[in-house]
């Protein structure tokens, strides 16, 4: 089962009005469209999503539901229903669509449909074993209400206008961040807007405190709409950045190294100015079978700084040696500046039975004069404070791709599957070592050292295959699972070598979030020496955006 919710933009009220309910027995007395009672939308369609809803509308061939409604298994609707603020519970066959505004539609498992399903401001609870031929569009934040008029209803779009002021998280303050390079870090912020203004400008604005640094980092980004889709960016940022946080998300990365020192990610410290043109799908799908994508290029000019490990509290891991040696266990990052230029695009859809996503970017980079370029020697230590003219032959150009795919699909027999793939190279020049990748460890090689592969190049990829033992493939519950994943990272001047792992165990789940229980064997530092270890790992639902594209903001 999936399911959606009714948004909570409005109090809670009974679901009949005396005077719509009192419209509702005289329709229902009488045959859908024979009734005479007529439904238009007021104004121009928004979206278009609405834009169907008018085309449903106008063709004036439904059956009108204005009151709660059950279709038993077996009872049969010949043709399409428009629902009208009710709640409507189908176990039966509906011969068309069912298009809902301001209500709630049930599928029951046997139901089947043989048109379009559009819920429009309301809730839609489905399941898996209902049967819908046509197309599924799901809006519940679409602004639309209902009203009596004389000798019908009148559907109108009430638009509540974008505050002017909005602070972050909760009043002001995000989720806290914890790693190995900062130790806490407390991240506040607030978003100002001109709604009523040319270009609808907006301001964004925050700090970062990290205490074990006495360091606060800042960002700051200006937008502006020059279209419905399209989007102008100004963006300065003072912050330490990663190139790995597909690998986990960053609530738990930071949880995991709190409790354990499990910090699955390399950082650098990062100032960067840049410029994004944004040009985006017209509406991202909630949940349904069109494609939301995405499209953005972007500019500018970062300067990076290497970053030390600090010696920060962890709960149960083993806590740094003393001293802690300069670069350990923190990527090697040439001090300096560096001119970029980036493209990339997204694109992505959800359906009743799993989703897919794909992204594709590409960075051009331009290196600045180096202050100092840090060398890892083949004693394994760090000499800072190389002139820039001793290196000259080595410039840092390059030209950088990155490509991911994500897929799920829930089969037929309610089994799932789960593919994800992600790659990098650099294929032109020298890349930067700021823009190099780190797998091994746990949501990648779990029998491989904590980030054990660091280079320039990087390809990963796994498969998993879950079967429910509780519950549903959809929803939530309990799994045996079984993940095969492979990958390797390395340079130019390395050689690069694949390793494979295989997994498997026991999952609680929730929706798109994952806790695992279970053991792994596969490649380990040595060569051709496989490895087995237990692990209980935490997995929630892949990204397709390429990193090297700021998010929208």
């Known amino acids: 089962m999936r399911c959606g919710r009714r948004p909570s933009r409005r109090p809670f009220r009974p679901l009949r009005r005396p005077a719509l309910g009192f419209a509702a027995a005289l329709v229902l007395a009488l045959p859908g469209p024979a009734s005479g009672q007529q439904v238009r939308l007021a104004g121009e369609p928004r979206s278009e999503a609405q834009e169907a809803l008018r085309s449903f509308l106008e063709a004036n061939r439904f059956d009108l539901w204005v009151r709660d409604t ?66 599924i569009t799901y809006r519940p934040n679409e602004p639309l209400r209902v009203r009596p008029t004389e000798g019908g209803f ?48 907006e301001l964004a604005v925050g700090g970062t405190w990290i205490p074990a640094r006495g360091d606060v980092d800042f960002r700051l980004h200006n937008s502006w709409h020059l279209g419905e889709r399209v989007r102008l960016g100004l963006f300065a940022t003072s912050a330490v950045v ?58 500018g000019w970062e300067h990076a700084e290497p970053l030390r490990r600090r010696d920060v509290t962890v709960l149960l891991g083993d806590e740094p040696p003393d001293p802690v040696p300069w670069f350990e266990p923190s990527p090697w990052v040439e001090e300096g500046g560096l001119w970029f230029a980036r493209a990339g695009f997204e694109w992505s859809v959800r359906s009743r039975k799993g989703r897919a996503a794909f992204g594709f970017g590409v960075e051009a980079g331009f290196e600045d004069e180096l202050r100092r370029l840090v060398v890892l020697t083949g004693s394994d230590a760090i000499r800072p404070s190389v002139a820039r003219s001793d290196v000259s032959a080595h ?14 699909r829930v089969t037929a027999w309610g089994h799932a599957v789960d593919v994800f793939a ?132």
Request: proline content about 7%; charged content about 20%.
């Open 70 to 135: 059950v279709l038993a298994r077996g009872d049969t609707v010949p043709g399409p229903v428009l629902l009208l603020e009710g709640t409507a519970r189908i176990a039966g066959r509906i011969e068309g669509g069912i298009y809902v505004v301001d209500g709630d539609l049930f599928l029951r498992g046997g139901a089947s449909v043989a048109g379009d399903v559009l819920v429009l401001g309301g809730g839609f609870y489905d399941s898996g074993l209902a049967k819908v031929a046509g197309v």
């Open 154 to 201: 009148e559907i109108i779009s009430e638009v509540e206008p974008e505050p002017a002021f909005e602070l972050d998280g909760t009043w002001g303050v995000r989720l806290p961040t914890y790693d190995r390079v900062n130790g806490l870090s407390l991240p506040v912020g607030a978003l100002a807007r001109v709604s009523d203004a040319p270009g609808r400008p």
């Open 242 to 299: 990663s190139n790995d946080d597909w690998i986990h998300p960053t609530w738990y990365n930071s949880l995991a190294h709190f409790v354990a020192g499990d910090d699955g990610r390399d950082y650098y410290d990062s100032r960067q100015f840049s410029v994004e043109l944004e040009w985006t799908s017209p509406e991202p799908p909630v949940w349904e079978n069109g494609p939301g994508w995405r499209f953005a290029v972007s500019g």
């Open 395 to 408: 410039r840092y150009d390059f030209l950088l791709v990155e490509g991911r795919v994500s897929l799920r």
């Open 422 to 553: 992600i790659g990098r190279a650099d294929v032109a020049g020298r890349l930067s070592t700021r823009r190099y990748s780190t797998i091994g460890g746990l949501g990648t090689l779990p029998t491989m050292p904590l980030r054990g592969l660091h280079g320039a190049r990087m390809v990963y990829g796994e498969a998993a295959y879950a079967a429910p033992l509780l519950g549903d493939a959809a929803l939530g519950g309990l799994d045996l699972f079984a993940r095969g994943s492979a990958g390797g990272a390395g340079s130019p001047r390395d050689d690069f070598h694949l390793h494979a792992a295989i997994a498997g165990g026991l999952a609680v789940r929730l929706w798109d979030f994952r806790l695992e229980f279970g053991a792994a064997a596969g490649s380990t530092a040595e060569p051709d020496a496989p490895g087995v270890i237990g692990f209980i790992d935490v997995r929630t639902r892949r990204s397709a955006r390429p990193t090297r594209m700021p998010p929208p903001r």
